[in-house]
C-alpha cells in the first residue's frame, strides 16, 4: 500500500490533508489482484455520484461471477446486468450499497492466463 505522501514529489498537487489517502493498494485473491486507491480532490468529479474508479473483479467460472455479481449488488444498482458481452466475455456493471461501482467478468479465452 502506498498513500499519496509516500509517492516521489513532482506529480501532481495533494493537500497535507490528502496526505494518507490511498495511492495505490493491492490485495490478491486466489490469481486475481482486487486494486484500488482514492481519489485526489484535484481530479474533481464528473458526475454527482461519479467517484472516477472502478473495482474490477476477473471470475473463475461464469458460476462464480454470478455469485459475486448478485451478492455484491445486493442493495445496490445494477448498471449493466451480468450476461454475454458485444466483446465475449460474461460481464456486468453495478455500484454497490455503498456507492462503489464494480464490474465483474468472466472470460473463458483468458481462464489461467491471469
Known sequence: MYVFKDLPAG???IGEHEAEKMAHIALPIGPNVLMGNDVPEFMGK???RENRSK???SAESREEADTIFNGLSA???VEMPIQD???GS???MFRDKYGIEWMV?????H???I
Open 75 to 77: 442493495g445496490g444498482e
Open 90 to 92: 460474461y460481464f456486468g
Open 55 to 57: 473495482i474490477s473483479i
Open 11 to 13: 506529480g501532481a498537487p
Open 105 to 109: 467478468d468472466y472470460d473463458e479465452r
Open 46 to 48: 464528473t458526475a454527482e
Open 85 to 87: 458481452s458485444p466483446w
Open 111 to 113: 481462464k489461467g492466463k
